[in-house]
T-cell receptor, first 116, second 112 residues
């Protein structure tokens, strides 16, 4: 068990460009979450997958954002036409669970995005 | 919607001092409550959790009790160490997805 990994760890892009981030959850974790964390704030929920199905999306997830988890393992988060306001740390978390109360989300190290 | 209000920082303490970081929440239903810690240069790690009223979570000398009557989950430690210097986040888990709603974090610095 190597934990949740994310790639890249850092990304600098110019406004208007598209970027894609990858998250590899802990193996056999069926739930995967994406969060966004801006400087000095706590993480904010973006979206959630159970296996390959995207079951919930926050209103923070504008139509420029899309997430996939095609085989129920790794996930990608794409941002199209990036804006300076997209600059943040993007966090991925996973857990194994079936809807109970005691599950713990395990977080990856995050991808820090800077839009110039 | 659900929300978490956390004591603002930064907090600076001397080693062996007593620590309290206040956390209150607003939620419908019966959320689970968590404290996560983020050490410099590292990712979020679960520190402790509680899933129902009056439960006490504890780990590494830290404790927090789920108080439904005051909607609080205050973090305490009797004697802090320099190695406890980090950012602490209070969070609640709710909804069908059990997604986490976080407070804004409290920066703790412990001086030797």
């Amino acid at each position: 068990d190597t934990g949740v990994s994310q790639d890249p760890r850092h990304k600098i892009t110019k406004r208007g460009q598209n970027v894609t981030f990858r998250c590899d959850p802990i193996s056999e974790h069926n739930r995967l979450y994406w969060y966004r964390q801006t400087l000095g704030q706590g993480p904010e929920f973006l979206t959630y997958f159970q296996n390959e199905a995207q079951l919930e999306k926050s209103r923070l997830l504008s139509d420029r954002f899309s997430a996939e988890r095609p085989k129920g393992s790794f996930s990608t988060l794409e941002i199209q036409r990036t804006e300076q306001g997209d600059s943040a740390m993007y966090l991925c978390a996973s857990l194994i669970g079936a809807g109970g109360l005691v599950e713990t989300q395990y977080f990856g190290p995050g991808t820090r995005l800077l839009v110039l | 919607g659900d929300s978490v209000t956390q004591m603002e920082g930064p907090v600076t303490l001397s080693e062996e001092a007593f620590l309290t970081i206040n956390c209150t929440y607003t939620a419908t239903g019966y959320p689970s409550l968590f404290w996560y810690v983020q050490y410099p240069g590292e990712g979020l790690q679960l520190l402790l959790k509680a899933t129902k009223a009056d439960d006490k979570g504890s780990n590494k000398g830290f404790e927090a009790t789920y108080r439904k009557e005051t909607t609080s989950f205050h973090l305490e430690k009797g004697s802090v160490q320099v190695s406890d210097s980090a950012v602490y986040f209070c969070a609640l888990g709710s909804g069908s997805a059990r997604q986490l709603t976080f407070g804004s974090g409290t920066q703790l610095t412990v001086l030797p």
